[in-house]
Nanobody, 121 residues
Framework: QVQLVESGGGLVQPGGSLRLSCIVS????????MAWYRQAPGKERELVAS???????AYTDSVKGRFTISRDNARNTVYLQMNSLKAEDTAVYYC???????????????WGQGTQVTVSS
């Protein structure tokens, strides 16, 4: 069983910062790319940032220069540092991992339960 557990969400004022964490636990062979998605009320889930197993990041345009994705492979953890937060960043943030459970099984998508980020004064 593979589990992804997010933490670090909360309420923050505009211009503030938050750091999200996502820990992968369970039995698996390899974690490939990881990503953060978000879903605001009434909107579709969108990709915010992703990072390859080789540590190459990518960002959606609206967060470039403000958010930083990183990973610690020794701790099976991915982070999202969010700075200069805006009201429009308010959403539930989900961690996603493309994970192979064994060498003989292709990768599948695994999701965390989500963590709420609210940016408001």
């Amino acid at each position: 069983q593979v589990q992804l557990v997010e933490s670090g969400g909360g309420l923050v004022q505009p211009g503030g910062s938050l750091r999200l964490s996502c820990i992968v636990s369970g039995s698996f062979f390899r974690i490939n790319s990881m990503a953060w998605y978000r879903q605001a009320p009434g909107k579709e889930r969108e990709l915010v940032a992703s990072i390859t197993s080789g540590d190459s990041p990518a960002y959606t345009d609206s967060v470039k220069g403000r958010f930083t994705i990183s990973r610690d492979n020794a701790r099976n953890t991915v982070y999202l540092q969010m700075n200069s937060l805006k009201a429009e960043d308010t959403a539930v943030y989900y961690c996603n991992g493309k994970i192979r459970r064994s060498i003989s099984i292709p990768q599948y998508d695994y999701w965390g339960q989500g963590t709420q980020v609210t940016v408001s004064s």
